[in-house]
């Protein structure tokens, strides 16, 4: 049902925890299942994410999603995080079960609320980030009939 990298999140989560100080944090939730996730960014003066964690309550999913997602973003600049989808987390797990795709949705929606936070505390504007959802119930109907 789940392939092994699934399961190594899901045992294994990298990057479990907060940031104090953060850059952004952003929190997202799914109404329908009660998952719920923090997103925390660092990132340096030439937007560069130095560092990234999370926190998750909910399924192994969820939690291997979180995991993943938190692994993509390292390094990369804000721009380059922006486009991380959740199909680019899910290719990365080698695919998730069509029940638990909204979990890719929840961390795509976290990376994008920690990197509006960001944009707020700096007075900035980032090309191509709208402002996220607080719950992605809304955006799962469009992702469940992709799949």
């Not at 190594?8 to 925890?17: A, E, K, L, Q």
């Not at 600049?77 to 486009?83: K, M, N, S």
């Not at 960001?118 to 607080?134: F, S, T």
């Amino acid at each position: 049902m789940y392939s092994e990298k699934v399961m190594d999140h899901f045992n294994n989560p990298r990057n479990v925890g907060e940031i104090d100080d953060a850059s952004g944090v952003g929190t997202v939730g799914n109404a329908k299942c009660g998952d719920i996730m923090r997103m925390y960014l660092d990132i340096d003066d030439d937007g560069i994410i130095q560092n990234c964690k999370f926190k998750t309550f909910g399924c192994g999913a969820a939690v291997a999603t979180s995991s993943m997602a938190t692994e993509l973003v390292k390094g990369k600049t804000v721009q380059e995080a922006l486009q991380v989808t959740n199909r680019a987390v899910m290719e990365a797990l080698d695919g998730l079960p069509p029940v638990k795709v909204h979990c890719s949705l929840l961390a795509e929606e976290a990376i994008h609320a920690a990197l509006w936070d960001y944009a707020q505390k700096k007075g900035i504007e980032i090309d191509g980030l709208e402002k996220p959802v607080n719950d992605i119930s809304e955006k799962e109907e469009e992702l469940e009939e992709e799949y």
